[in-house]
């Protein structure tokens, strides 16, 4: 199997070059990445758990899917992908802003990504992929925010930080 290569990018998102996933992770490399929120018509977020044989952060929660862009790949085109790729569904994304952010992890890696943090809607199931994902919930954007700050060990890293982003961009549209 190939190993995936993430796009190395400067603090302006343009590519400098590709390297291994890993071992942008294992030196903490500045790369281009993306995360996905999908809402329902109730105004929950859908979240997952990641599942259990993940090489970090397994069983801990975070957002509806997020990965790596391909090189060649637009934001959009990879959100659509790894949201199928995980939890078998597909919808169209608008992107909603971006920001760099640094995540070290007990095992050593740390992410370093320049993340393009995207949404979407959907009022069904999903079907997720059981190597990827070990469950799913809905809950709206107060609770996981309440949930976090009751039980932040629940998520994972860079979902909190995100998540904080994420939560005051949707805050700002109820307050117009």
């Known amino acids: 199997m190939v190993e995936e290569k993430v796009i190395l990018v400067n603090q302006n998102d343009e590519p400098i070059g590709l390297m291994p996933k890993m071992e942008a992770h294992e030196k903490a490399v500045l790369h281009r990445a993306f995360s996905v929120f999908i809402m329902n018509s109730k105004g929950e977020t859908m979240l997952q758990q990641r599942a259990k044989d993940k090489y970090h952060s397994p069983l801990l929660w975070t957002n509806t899917c997020c990965s790596h862009q391909r090189d060649g790949e637009t934001n959009i085109q990879a959100g659509k992908r790894r949201l199928m790729e995980e939890m078998g569904f597909e919808v169209e994304l608008e992107e909603l ?33 059981l190597e990827e994902v070990q469950d799913w919930k809905w809950m709206t954007p107060k609770a996981i925010k309440d949930d976090i700050n009751k039980v932040p060990d629940n998520y994972t890293e860079w979902f909190k930080i995100i998540f904080d982003k994420f939560y005051n961009y949707i805050s700002k549209d109820d307050e117009k």
């Open 97 to 129: 802003f971006s920001f760099i952010y640094k995540a070290p992890f007990d095992n050593g890696l740390t992410e370093h990504e320049l993340d393009h943090v995207m949404m979407g809607y959907y009022d069904k199931e999903p079907l997720i992929n």
